[in-house]
């Protein structure tokens, strides 16, 4: 539930929105969760969506809705943009006929084998794989017996280790010894 703590976190979030309306943040960048802008864009439009300071509610759901409009003119290159483009669409409400188009946009990158690569040029993998689906199921576009859903189910199972993990390759600048 939201409290003092929430609403400060809220007030920080808000503070560093860009005045095109995405959230960015410079410096190393660690693909693929740090890659883009539409993670951090996507999270802050929940963040103001559930918990918006109820007494700057026209501030926040103003600062959504910049948030959505520069979300709507993206045009994403991979599966993490892809998916978190989704989900801060279907966070912040927008309408059917926008919300399916970004949801088609993941599903036309499913591949043969029912994953998603992280890249167009990279392999099929269990991160690109489970967050897809994820983003398509939590943004109400598929549910579990949809095709597409079975299919990546099934590549999941199929590259699953019998320690129960999976194996993505990184692709992260290499830094650290």
Known sequence: PADRA????VFNIAAQQTREGHWHSGGVVRPPIEDGDYTRTALGVRALTAYGIPGRA??????AAKAVAWLKKQQPTTAEDRSFRLLGLAWGHV??????????????????????GQRDEMATDAYATGLSMYALQASGSLANADAAIRRGAAYLLATQRADGSWFVASRSPKFQP
């Open 6 to 9: 929430t609403d400060a976190l």
């Open 95 to 116: 309408d059917e006929a926008t919300r399916r188009r970004a949801a088609a946009d993941v599903l036309a990158h499913q591949r043969a084998d029912g994953g998603w």
């Open 58 to 63: 026209a501030e926040m759901q103003s600062r």
